[in-house]
């Protein structure tokens, strides 16, 4: 059974950092990427990065370019998403996704999903 599983989301102010982590268990012998995605109320959830088993990383989207960072560490089948420079428009439920095939920002490229973890910033 795979399972998927975010921590670190948190209250914090505008301009603070976060680090986002997500562990994916149940992919025994697979190669699979990683993915960050985020719904804000009332819109559509939105691809954020994703990078792949080799740690290359495929995909960010624009507005966090620069100011976000993802990595894994696959001996933990672990992936993290530093945020930095974070701003009331990043508040969002970040969810995180593990796919075998293409590292992109499309949710429907995604298989297995976690529950999220909730991020707010304040102005």
């Known amino acids: 059974q795979v399972q998927v599983v975010e921590s670190g989301g948190d209250l914090v102010q505008a301009g603070g950092s976060l680090r986002l982590a997500c562990t994916a268990s149940?992919?025994?012998?697979?190669?699979?990427?990683l993915a960050w995605f985020r719904q804000a109320p009332g819109k559509e959830r939105e691809g954020v990065s994703c990078?792949?088993?080799?740690?290359?990383?495929?995909y960010y989207t624009d507005s966090v370019k620069g100011r976000f960072i993802i990595s894994r560490v696959n001996a933990k089948n672990t992936a993290y998403l530093q945020m930095n420079g974070l701003q009331p428009e990043d508040t969002a439920m970040y969810y995180c996704?593990?796919?075998?095939?293409?590292?992109?920002?499309?949710?429907?490229?995604?298989?297995?999903w976690g529950q999220g973890t909730q991020v707010t910033v304040s102005s």
């Open positions: 990078i792949r088993a080799n740690g290359v990383t495929s």
């Open positions: 149940g992919l025994y012998g697979l190669i699979y990427n």
């Open positions: 996704a593990a796919n075998v095939g293409t590292c992109s920002g499309l949710s429907t490229d995604f298989r297995y």
